[in-house]
């Protein structure tokens, strides 16, 4: 008779699991399984503005890419780092993190990534209504208060659903998310790169290095959020166990 697979493999069940540790047999998740998760989130419009912020603070088109690179390389290493011990305990970065400061020391970094979380929620659902809205618009549909708080409303009520349910979900729709708008960006991205004037663009004179380092931090990737993804994680990178986490 086959094993009966868990809760937590299950697509399209809910989320039971909070800040406890994952059980061995519940982790089977591979590295692979973050690349689903986490490339489509580098396709969003957030990126887009991102880029538009390098260019509007003064950096010409290769400090904008050189800048870009950079950050990304060497906060993507320190996330790979420190999804080590999430994947070793099971647990979420917030919960290991009593370890090192204790269980009343752990309230600041608790507190500042949680507002951190919330004003990327708010940003990011924000700019999703405001895409469905311009869709919406093409569709011949006008763009007044009404249909402004529906959109925002829509966003809002998928992003809530999405949250209830479990990693399988989560990886089973990203896979799919990142073939249907992988495929849209290299269309996007063919005919933006066809009606750039790159005489222009090429011309611009550099703007300061220190604006670089400035606004580098844009574009770092999320550690906590990546951490309590990496916890689910199973085989050779689960060895290992924390000796205390209160």
């Known amino acids: 008779m086959p094993e009966q697979q868990p809760i937590s493999d299950r697509v399209w069940s809910i989320e039971t699991n909070g800040i406890n540790p994952i059980i061995d047999d519940d982790r089977h998740g591979q590295p692979l399984e973050l690349f689903w998760v986490w490339f489509v989130a580098g396709l969003s419009i957030i990126s887009v503005i991102f880029g538009g912020i390098l260019s509007a603070v003064g ?87 009404v249909w402004t708080v529906a959109s925002l409303a829509t966003v809002t009520v998928i992003m809530i659903i999405l949250g209830l349910l479990g990693h399988a979900t989560l990886v089973w729709i990203q896979r799919a998310v990142t073939v249907v708008f992988g495929l849209l960006t290299l269309v996007v991205g063919f005919f933006v790169l066809r009606s750039t004037n790159w005489s222009t663009l090429l011309a611009q004179p550099a703007g300061p290095w220190d604006t670089g380092v400035v606004a580098s931090p844009i574009t770092r990737a999320t550690c906590p959020a990546v951490r309590r993804q990496a916890r689910l994680l199973g085989g050779r990178l689960a060895e290992g166990r924390c000796r205390s986490l209160s």
């Open 59 to 145: 950096l010409n088109f290769w400090q904008s890419v050189l800048v870009t690179l950079v950050a990304l390389a060497g906060s993507f290493v320190l996330v790979g780092v420190l999804g080590i011990p999430g994947a070793r305990a099971g647990a979420p970065m917030l919960t290991l993190s009593r370890a090192p400061f204790g269980p009343r020391g752990n309230l600041g970094p608790a507190l500042i990534n949680w507002i951190n979380f919330v004003g990327w929620e708010i940003i990011i659902v924000v700019a999703a209504a405001y895409a469905l809205l311009g869709l919406l618009n093409l569709l011949g549909l006008p763009t007044n208060t």
